[in-house]
């Protein structure tokens, strides 16, 4: 455990309940913006992914069944 979440831990416990809850809402929040910062670099990316765009082009083409058979088939 890093130092940085030892002293969190060790401030939480010093604290009520619905104070300990508001700090634990607020990391929640700070990684959820980190996970979002990183889905915005990954989409602004010029990075191309051609045997994905060949496998959707074909999908669609074959329609709607078939490319649900095939991410429902994947998700299993």
């Known amino acids: ?3 940085a979440a030892q002293e969190l831990i060790a ?3 010093g604290l009520t309940e619905d ?3 508001a700090v634990v809402d607020f990391a929640r ?3 959820q913006q980190a996970g979002d910062r990183e889905w915005e670099r990954i989409l ?3 990075r191309t992914y051609p045997k994905l765009e060949q496998f959707a082009a074909a999908s669609l083409r074959e329609g709607p069944a078939v490319l ?3 991410v ?3 998700s299993l």
């Open 19 to 21: 104070k300990a809850r």
């Open 44 to 46: 602004a990316e010029k």
């Open 29 to 31: 929040f700070l990684q």
């Open 72 to 74: 429902g088939a994947a």
């Open 68 to 70: 649900f058979c095939a």
């Open 1 to 3: 455990m890093s130092s």
């Open 11 to 13: 401030i939480v416990d």
